[in-house]
């Protein structure tokens, strides 16, 4: 089973910061936290992963708590383009290409004009 | 950066006949791979894990006799949907681990079995 739960769904303006929450609350010490987003049932594409620092590059910024019980996903200047489901995962076991991501359910995220 | 090709991208079946999708990735190595299913509305679920020169390692519930998963090589892993019925149509992914924190998803195969 998926250890991470979001909200269904959520809108955004279009230009303003899109803020997603996620709740991993069993999180182990050596588990990743990873989001990818899927579009129009597209393959998921890859965003961003971290383990317990914040992290950021060209797509979004990921900031995970210090207890790394939950983290959020901020996508800085929203666009139409970006609506999307995105997913928060932790991946189940370990790395050296052991390890495997199971999906939840998560976030429809819809960006209005 | 690393990508991972789907083939076909959609295919109509007649039942009981049997489909066979690959996933190629185009320009590294993939020791593993992985094999996701996801029908309308819903995640995606994964099916099996496929490693190179091995047998597949297959989710709970997933039966492995249907689903026939062979990684012949580095760079090709294949799905083999036998004996196709209408509850098997699905749009099928694959993934593939990229290193050692690296995963990349091919376009997904849209299966209709008729």
């Known amino acids: 089973d998926a250890k991470t739960t979001q909200p269904t769904s959520m809108d955004c303006a279009e230009g303003r910061a899109a803020n997603l929450p996620c709740n991993h609350s069993t999180i182990s010490g050596n588990e990743y936290v990873y989001w990818y987003r899927q579009i129009h049932s597209q393959g998921p594409q890859y965003i961003i992963h971290?383990?317990?620092n914040n992290e950021t590059n060209e797509m979004a910024s990921l900031i995970i708590t210090e207890d790394r019980k939950s983290s959020t996903l901020i996508l800085p200047h929203a666009t139409l383009r970006d609506t999307a489901v995105y997913y928060c995962?932790?991946?189940?076991?370990?790395?050296?290409?052991?390890?495997?991501?199971?999906f939840g359910q998560g976030t429809e995220l819809s960006v209005k004009p | 950066g690393a990508v991972v090709s789907q083939h076909p991208s959609w295919v109509i079946c007649k039942s009981g006949t049997s489909v066979k999708i690959e996933c190629r990735s185009l320009?590294?190595?993939?020791?593993?791979m992985f094999w996701y299913r996801q029908f309308p509305k819903q995640s995606l679920m994964l099916m099996a894990t496929?490693?190179?020169?091995?047998?597949?390692?297959?989710e709970q519930g997933v039966e492995k006799d249907k689903f026939l998963i062979n990684h012949a090589s580095l760079t090709l892993s294949t799905l083999t949907v036998t004996s196709a019925h209408p509850e098997d149509s699905s749009f099928y992914i694959c993934s593939a681990s990229t290193g050692v924190d690296g995963y990349t998803f091919g376009s997904g195969t849209r299966l209709t079995v008729v």
């Open positions: 320009d590294f190595q993939a020791t593993t």
């Open positions: 995962i932790v991946r189940v076991g370990g790395g050296n290409q052991g390890g495997k991501l199971i």
């Open positions: 496929s490693n190179e020169g091995s047998k597949a390692t297959y």
């Open positions: 971290g383990l317990k």
